[in-house]
């Protein structure tokens, strides 16, 4: 616009007035102008120029200053004000550059429109105060025609129109980062719906929302087809992890499948339904709308949309992972872990007719060695499948290799249907595998506070069941564990005082029955704790066995009767011997043959001297393991007995196979034996030995009845209190003194 173009009166009149498109009565809501001004009447010729104008779809509304301070009052009153036409020239000569400076500096409203109007081009401000304070314009008041003063209002308020909107976008932004970023913490695919259709809800007015997807791998039992509906709100009836065509709106239900099938966002006026894509994991947001989207809030959801479905992968790598953690790979049942989380539903339900049991596959790894992992595989799925057909309120678990967890009302879950399960075979491959399982319980009324603790009570149940002869199951009740802290205290103090050197080992003499002089001893251990109490080896020994504390022990009385022996050996009684006890996990555990052979080379003792007891029980699990090393020990020239004859399980064949020197008569057969027909076992254990050329030594004997019965029947050798009862050492060979010389 040239200066030259224009009269001082120009812009008092209203002369080309061809802008119609921009009057429109109809509109009510408005742009507040604020004309500040000294002179009283460019108020009203300001007014009159306008007037009628409407810009952006809105008429102006006028707020009047006749001062600079004025001005800046009615600023601060009315936040809406949009535009000032701002006279420079007011009470002083910079009035209206004040005012600028209170609205960009003061008040920072950035977004206020200025245009600067002069009297006198002289008055013009300088360049920098138009540049940094954002001024719209500046005019000389004769610059301002009707057509101009228009021009400049209209691109005026377009412009704070776009300031407005890029600010609330920005705000929109904001919020929607924000919601996305409250998003990502969600771990559960369904917390993640249900967080998603809440910040739908701050962003767009809706009547309900439903968010959908396929439910493999996050609803139970959802095959991989179908729509599943994982979050919703504003819907009267609760159809999360249903079917899609639950849903009662089977208009809804329609326009998401038809989502789902166009792969895009589908809009209309009452309702949309948005597409989530990320990695491979697809979802639908269906929204009923109060009133349709404008064009801003669906940008805006566009945005958020794209935000959000990263998050929608990583809930479902987060299930994933949570499926690792908590599942079981093989059966997909639950897992270890997961079970502890169910007891700890357990222990909180109020249900008192719940059971919690555990259910252990007996010689499960034969039949993995044996037949292979595959039919292993099978026949846990086997298991798994017959126990789950066994009620459905029933909760079931994988919680070991061969091992599952089960918690269920009495009725179902109970000794007598869980055994019943084991009573047919179960089908794996082409074999049809009989197997029986051992069983641990606990019910409610017995039960800890915590899912540990009560997995930790079922599994002393269990171990009990497993070691049981008569039944495969036990209920847990409190004194059982009372007995394990009971156990672990004592295995923690066998095994400190076992380090302090509070174990003796005792020697209880063997007599020769033709001549009644000692012919050996056998090492008895004794354990004397710090309170000078004796501990009996029947309660210590089982304790040492189950802890593996047995190896060490072991070795050490093997150490002991070496050295012993080389005591005898430099006395006036060389051909005496010593026999000490070997438990089972010796055998198994450790490198006990060697151990033995080393230490009697070291020792430097005669190892026929050496005599090691074994019982029949040892050859219960692994027979062959056993029987090799004993052949391996008797090639040493170490003895072996047999202890506790008559009281285990073995088969004749078995004992057959072993390199016996000596059968032991057992304490119960000799109890007896005075009495009549109370010989006949020990008698036939006599015989037997004989037949197998063995010698036969009977021990516990008390009296003098039974001392002549065996004679009798022809017994070599005896032991027992009748003689002389286990004694230290150097009591030992006091003894020998006595009844040798
Ligand atoms: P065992 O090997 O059968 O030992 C014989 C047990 O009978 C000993 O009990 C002995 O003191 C006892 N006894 C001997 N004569 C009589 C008698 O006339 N009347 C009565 N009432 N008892 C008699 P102890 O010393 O209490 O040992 C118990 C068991 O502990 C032993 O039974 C043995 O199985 C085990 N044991 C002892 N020392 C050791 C050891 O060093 N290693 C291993 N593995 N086990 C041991
Ligand atoms: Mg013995
Ligand atoms: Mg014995």
Redo the contacts with the bound molecule.
Sequence with gaps: MQASENTNDDFLFIDDSDEDEIFDSAVRDTWKVLIVDDDPEIHSVTQLALSDLIVLGRNLEYLHAYSGQDACKLIEEHDDIVLVLLDVVMESDDAGLMVVKHIREQLRRDDIRIVLRTGQPGYAPEESVIKDYDINDYKTKTELTRRKLVTTVYAAIRSYQQIDSVTQNRKGLEKIIGAAASLLEQHTVHDYARGVLAEFKMLVESHSGVFCARGQGIVEGADDLSLYILGQDGLSDIKVNQKLTALEDGDAARKITNCFQQKQHVLDAHSTSFYLASGGFRAVIHLELIQALTTIEMQLIEVFLTNIATGYENVHLFQKLRNAAYKDWLTELPNRLDFVNLLDGFCQSKNDDLVAALVDINHFSDINDGLGQDIGNQLLMAVSTRINALDDKNQLARIGADVFGIIGPKESVNPETLTALFSQPFAAGEQNLPISASFGFCSKGSAGSRGVKVLNQINIALNLAKKSLHEPYVYYHQEMEDKTLWRLGMIRQLRTDFAEGRLE??Y?PQLSMATGKIIGA?????WKTSDGKFI???VF?PL??YSGL?IE??NW?VEQACIQLNRLADSQYPDVSIS????IP?FKRGNFVDNVIEITRKNGVDPSKLEL?I?ENVLMDEPQVIIDALIRLKAKGISIAL??FGTGFSSLSYLQKLPLDRL?V??SF?SGIAETGGSIIAETIINLGKQMNLKVIA????TIEQEAELKALGCDEV????YA??MPADEFFVCLDKINR
């Excluded at 056998?522 to 004794?526: F, G, H, N, P, V």
């Excluded at 000490?580 to 438990?583: E, K, M, Q, T, W």
């Design positions: 080992l005792w209880q056998e090492a008895l251990l004794r009996s080896p029947a020994i040492a066995e047995i022990i072991g009385v000490v006890n070997v438990s010796q007891e019982t202890d506790d032991k057992d304490r000799v021990e516990g004997i008390e032991q027992g209190f009748y009862k286990p």
